[in-house]
């Protein structure tokens, strides 16, 4: 039994759900990746899979089995990559999660001139709004929106999201168009609070106005924490959001959203790259995080420090 084979087949079962579908993936017979699992379980002396005539599911052993295989696979990858012959062009599979607008509406209509660049990534992209346990959940990096609070992670800035305060035509036809920022807490407006995954709190709007600075709460009905959902809130009439403009240009340009607060600025949210520091940025990972930076660097360049 070649054990890589044996851990890859695995591994690609586990994955895909299916000996099938695993064998598929990895070029190779059915039969041939059931007798690699068989005889891996064989060498181990425990049971790493459920079969039935329906569905292959991981046992207890076989996951924790898996978190391990896929990290010494990826390591392995790593040692690969980091001779000079293969350097010259990455290869692998990359694990990356990002939020979900800004994957829909910036990451992935660049993704063909990244996979044109590298063809021999394999590119797997979690898109989502939540906290990934990038260790437990064996990605390699997140790209994320405000402070990096793990202090376990390696964060990257590779941006700052200018952001404003928007509404949509029939929220203001009814509510009226707010005067000053302090009336979304004291007054009978109403934001769309959008949900900090950790917390369970709500996000405060940060504003300045020359030497004015204020933090406003805004009182909800409605809170979410997905920015897809949040943005079709506010689109629909249900409060005041805060969003990052890249999220709003087409709504504004169609007569969808309105910008309210005008003369204020709102603090810009801050753009990171986070990876794990348990070990070397593999190569693959390397140029992800070049493109990401090059990306935003054209939408959202990180604004220089003021001088003090």
Request: proline share 6%; hydrophobic share 45%; net charge neutral.
């Amino acid at each position: 039994m070649d054990r890589f084979d044996a851990m890859q087949a695995f591994a690609r079962v586990v994955e895909t759900g299916s000996f099938t579908r695993a064998a598929r993936t990895l070029h190779m017979s059915r039969t041939t990746v059931t007798q690699l699992v068989q005889q891996l379980e064989a060498r181990l002396r425990v049971r790493l899979l459920n079969r039935t005539t329906r569905q292959v599911n991981v046992t207890a052993d076989g996951a924790a089995y898996y978190e391990r295989v896929v990290r010494l696979l990826a390591d392995m990858d790593d040692a690969d990559t980091s001779l000079s012959s293969a350097a010259a062009l990455p290869r692998g599979r990359l694990r990356i999660d990002v939020p979900t607008p800004l994957a829909r509406l910036l990451l992935v209509p660049a993704l063909p001139g990244f996979l044109a660049r590298y063809p021999d990534i394999q590119l797997d992209l979690g898109v989502s709004d939540r906290t990934v346990d990038l260790i437990g959940e064996n990605v390699d990096a997140v790209v994320r929106g405000g402070p990096i609070t793990d202090p376990s992670l390696v964060a990257r800035r590779i941006g700052d999201l200018q952001a404003g305060i928007y509404a949509a035509p029939s929220y203001l036809q009814h509510a009226g168009i707010p005067e000053h920022p302090r009336v979304l807490a004291e007054g009978h407006h109403r934001v769309v609070g959008y949900l900090r995954a950790r917390s369970g709190t709500v996000l405060p709007y940060t504003l300045q106005r020359g030497e004015e600075h204020l933090t406003v709460q805004g009182r909800h009905r409605l809170a979410l924490d997905d920015g897809n959902a949040y943005l079709a809130a506010g689109v629909a009439g249900l409060g005041l959001l805060w969003l990052p403009d890249y999220m709003a240009a087409a709504h504004l340009q169609r007569g969808e959203l309105v910008r309210v607060f005008d003369d204020w600025r709102v603090a810009p949210m801050p753009l990171y790259v986070a990876f794990p520091p348990n070990r070397h940025v593999s190569v693959k990972l390397r140029v992800f995080i070049d493109w990401v930076a090059e990306l935003m660097a054209a939408h959202a360049p990180v604004e220089p420090m003021p001088a003090r």
